[in-house]
């Protein structure tokens, strides 16, 4: 509880009309990653808004954050509601590939 | 490989402290002359390891986590090692193969199990020693590879 959390990993919520991004920094690990679930818990609730994440600033992510990710998935397929990533960065791309998240990023159509 | 140097972490087993051993892995790493898609390999290996070792080893009650970085001219070993409750991974087993998402449906994916997949894919070898009381050892190893050496 002394480190300065805020340094190492910032999560920014910006919402507008219908849609919710939240912008990551720093390194999402296993320190911070019940920050990370009380930020979206609220958003992921609200099915009626788009919800995506913007993972520009994002320097680093461990195999807890990429669960976060894949709960956050789950609720929102199963709420019918989207959440979407973007300006992912290479390394983290590669990461995403290999557990195989990645195929649940991408754009699904909606059969329903 | 016997290593010709090695660098020592004790560290307390909390979330906390992982970013420290990635930050002495980059240390390490870089003055070896890794490449930068390696060192970013391996620190994701390395945290996996450390991980398991705060969320599995000594529960409630806190521990030491001692990461020792072995270093030779052709490869760096990170040894994770921690005197807890061991653990059972995954993988473990020559014959068994950590889980991916990739021939799964969402409505059929668990959480977990992704941290010990990683280290394998990420590194060159994993190897895992458990001792019932007497806590897990994971050793990593990452091989050099240089583009332009010298003949």
């Known amino acids: ?112 | 490989m016997k290593a010709d140097q090695t660098v020592t972490l004790n560290l307390p087993a909390t979330a906390d402290y992982v970013d420290i051993v990635r930050l002495n892995l980059y240390g390490i790493a870089s003055k070896m002359g890794f490449s930068y898609e390696d060192i970013e390999d391996m620190k994701v290996a390395v945290s996996e390891a450390c991980n398991n070792s705060v969320l599995y080893a000594y529960g409630q009650e806190g521990g030491l986590v001692e990461v020792v970085f072995g270093v030779t001219r052709e490869e760096l070993t990170i040894t994770v090692k921690d005197e807890g409750v061991s653990f059972s991974l995954p993988g473990n087993e020559p014959s068994d193969t950590a889980p991916t998402l990739h021939d799964k449906d969402l409505h059929d994916v668990e959480i977990g199990g992704l941290g010990f997949y990683l280290m394998q894919a990420l590194m060159d070898d994993v190897s895992v020693a458990s001792e019932s009381g007497k806590g897990t050892q994971v050793i990593l190893t990452k091989r050099l590879t240089r583009s332009e050496e010298k003949v």
């Open chain 1, 1 to 112: 509880m002394t480190t300065n959390k805020n340094d190492k990993f910032n999560a920014r919520t910006v919402s507008e009309e219908g849609k919710s991004i939240v912008y990551l920094s720093g390194e999402l690990d296993l320190s911070v990653a019940p920050d990370f679930r009380l930020v979206m818990e609220p958003l992921v609730g609200d099915s009626e808004v788009d919800l995506a994440i913007n993972l520009k600033e994002l320097k680093y992510i461990d195999s807890t954050g990429i669960g976060i990710l894949l709960s956050i998935l789950k609720a929102r397929h199963s709420a019918n509601a989207s959440f979407s990533v973007e300006e992912v960065p290479t390394q983290i791309q590669k990461l995403f590939d290999m557990t195989g998240i990645a195929k649940f990023f991408e754009p699904q159509e909606n059969s329903q």
